[in-house]
Each structure stands twice: as structure tokens, then as C-alpha cells.
């Protein structure tokens, strides 16, 4: 209501002054969907609302925010449940253990090595994921406005840095991890990719955590905030995958 009369009485006045050049507020309205609960919009008159404080005290508000934005396109309908925020919880645990544990092997890292030396297959393919990532979640987040699906891309960049990992005994877990590991073991091309791998992660997830963004940030190195910091870019080059698997179909069945 208060958008409608803004538009139609004291826009029209700045038009008239010259100091705005179009009708409306804003150049595009995105209408967020209900949020249900026991399949009945929640409503306090029906006294079936959730309590913010609550789940802010046991999960922290970026865990909320997350879940939130994950699960389900913003223009949908959502069924709230409690459980699902375990599922955004466990997420960003395994996102403060992955970027705490690599902060000593990628500070100092220089990413400006990752175009002029040799990678193998391995250190290429995260580098692919990286970029192919940040294409991904900026297309989401704009024009097309699909956080659940930005997120979703975030995740599959933590589980391919956590094989990554794993892969060279780098993993922040205590049984896989290096014992000892300090960063004169670790090849630079390792730190420079993985440098930039985390670092495009916090900046992503940003958006949706900001409070354990910021936290991470300054634990990578990182002055000023994440507030001064540019939205990354990616390469289209990087991006571009070597092979890519086309399926052949014949009346709906998978033939090749």
C-alpha cells in the first residue's frame, strides 16, 4: 500500500520537479511467496507463527537467513519446517571448519601465479568449479532471482573443495588431516587455487551469512569488510569444461 501511494502522489510531484524520470519506485517487482505452516498461511491470528528469538538462540540468525533463502524459489509457497534448519546448520558448520582449517595454508597466497603456471587435472578441475560457480551464482541472484539455486551452486563448490582436500591430506578432518602441515609443504599452485576457491566462496555466501562471512574474511587476512570488497568475476575460459557428457534419448529413453 505504502509502494502505491508513494508511486502514484509524491513520485508523480518529482517527476514534475525533474528529479525522477520514471512512474514507479522501482524498475522490478518480485512478489515473495506465503509461508505456511500446517498447510494455513501463518498468521497470528491463527497463533501458528514461529518464534524468531528461539531459533536464533540455538542455530545463530544466518543459519535462519539461510534457510530462508534455500528452501524454496522466493516466489513459491513454503511449508515451514523446524528440522530444516539442522540441514542450513550442518552446512555452515562444515563451512567455518573447511575456511578455518585452510586460513593458515592460503594466507599470503599469490592468485596472480594461477595464469602463468602448469595445473594438473586436478587443481584444473577445482578451478572450473570456482569459476563456473561464481557464473552461476550471479546469474541466479540476478536477473533471475533464484537464491535457492545460488545456494544449491555453493554447496556443490564446498563438497568439491572438501574432496579436493581430502585428496591432498588437506582435509579439516583429524584423521585425513596432515599432522604438523605447514605452509612451506604446500605446492603454491595448491594454495593459489584454493586461495581463490575459499575466498569466492565467503564472498558468495555473503548475501545469505553475512555474520559468519565477515568472521571468515577477517580469518582469511582480509581488512575493510566484506562491504568494500568488488562481487567476483569469472573467467569464461576457466569456466569452459574440456569433455562434456551430451545424452542421447529415443522416445524418452536413454539410448547413449
Not at 576457491?197 to 555474520?211: D, K
Not at 559468519?212 to 581488512?223: F, Q, S
Request: include cysteine; charge should be negative; hydrophobic fraction near 40%.
Amino acid at each position: 500500500i505504502l509502494h502505491l501511494i508513494y508511486s502514484r502522489f509524491f513520485c508523480r510531484d518529482f517527476q514534475d520537479l525533474g528529479m525522477v524520470d520514471h512512474d514507479e519506485p522501482f524498475t522490478r517487482l518480485l512478489t515473495q511467496g506465503m509461508v505456511l505452516r500446517d498447510g494455513a498461511v501463518m498468521s497470528k491470528s491463527k497463533d501458528n507463527v514461529v518464534d524468531p528469538d528461539q531459533m536464533i538462540a540455538s542455530y545463530g540468525a544466518d543459519t535462519l537467513r539461510l534457510y530462508e533463502m534455500f528452501v524454496a524459489p522466493p516466489e513459491k509457497e513454503i511449508e515451514w519446517s523446524d528440522s530444516g534448519l539442522e540441514g542450513s546448520f550442518r552446512f555452515l558448520t562444515r563451512v567455518w571448519r573447511l575456511v578455518s582449517a585452510l586460513c593458515p595454508v592460503v594466507a599470503g597466497a599469490s592468485q596472480n601465479v594461477l595464469g602463468t603456471m602448469p595445473l594438473d587435472d586436478a587443481h584444473r578441475t577445482l578451478r572450473r568449479k570456482t569459476h563456473e560457480s561464481i557464473r552461476r551464482v550471479s546469474a541466479d541472484l540476478y536477473p533471475r532471482v533464484h537464491l535457492n539455486t545460488a545456494v544449491s551452486a555453493l554447496m556443490e563448490l564446498v563438497n568439491d573443495l572438501y574432496a579436493f582436500c581430502e585428496r591432498y591430506a588437506l582435509a579439516p578432518h583429524a584423521a585425513t588431516a596432515r599432522q604438523g602441515t605447514s605452509t612451506d609443504q604446500v605446492p603454491t599452485e595448491t594454495r593459489a587455487v584454493l586461495g581463490e576457491a575459499i575466498e569466492v566462496l565467503v564472498l558468495m555466501l555473503s548475501p545469505f551469512t553475512p555474520h559468519v562471512c565477515e568472521e571468515l574474511w577477517e580469518r582469511l587476512g582480509h581488512a575493510g569488510g566484506l562491504v568494500t570488497e568488488a562481487w567476483p568475476t569469472f573467467d569464461p575460459e576457466v569456466a569452459r569444461a574440456d569433455e562434456i557428457v551430451v545424452p542421447v534419448q529415443v522416445n524418452g529413453k536413454l539410448r547413449a
